[in-house]
């Protein structure tokens, strides 16, 4: 069923465990999501950014999201806007029917994001649909979230008790020390559960989203080089720790670059493997199948929403 994210992160915050949000884009990716969250009788968010949406249409993804709900009513699910640049953004996809939407301020200065993050909320409340909102600033560059390394800055928790006292946000997106992409860390991952349990202190029924929070799963890493790619160097946030963020009071975790690189690593193959493949289902559909192995690794090992539903 299409649901806000309030009931799920309610029971999240309950119960210590944190909602997979996965990034879509087409539908192999959304049957793959959804049958793996299907499977796990796991509560689940599907996040399309503004770019995704262009790439998709809203009006093919919404009614992609729609044939989701048909196939799993049992399912509670949302559809939510990842990384709203704007107003208008977050309105065309409230009116589309998203149950959720981001307004992504961080690039502002506080009061500027206080204030543009209000004006979403205004709208988003009077329409049922529920708002995240981000404070701090990730570092690392990924298309049109690019903030540079130097002006990477953690969440401050008094700020945040602020923030979400004048905005009414429902949610609140951190930095914590994960970045967007396949480059996370130069050395040893590490993330601030210090300044987390600051936050939590402050904010203690806000749920906390992750961003930036792909494992950069090494075999999926090394799939993809031995068939051609090149992909040196990626670092990702490791198992453990977004299994300590789950456990500690973040309620929804955003990944994309994972699902990136299953979809990736399995084209490959078959392309190497098979030169003479060219029917698309041929190459779609082991995409689709590593996919939903991902997405279930994740909800089932890591993130702990196994049996949520
Ligand atoms: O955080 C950003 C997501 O990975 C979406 O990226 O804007 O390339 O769709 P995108
Ligand atoms: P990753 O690049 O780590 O998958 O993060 C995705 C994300 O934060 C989407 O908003
Ligand atoms: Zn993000």
Redesign the pocket.
Known sequence: MLVTTKEMFEKSMREGFAIGAF?V?NMEIIQAIMDAAAEEHAPVIMQA????IKYARLNYLMKMVKAAEEEHPEIPFAIHL??GPDFETCKMCIDAGFTSVMFDGSKYDFEENVRLTKEVVEYAHSKGVVVEAELGKLAGI????NVSADDAMFTDPAQAEEFVRRTGCDSLAIAIGTS?GAYKFKGEAKLRFDILAKIKERIPNTPIVL??ASTVIPELVAQCNEYGADIPGAKGVPDEMLHEASISGVSKI?V??DLRLAMTAAIRKVFAEEPSAFDPRKYLTPARDLIKQTVQHKIRDVFGSSNKA
């Open positions: 990034n884009n950014s503004s770019s995704a990842d990384h990924e298309d049109d979230v967007h961003h930036g955003n994309d670059t």
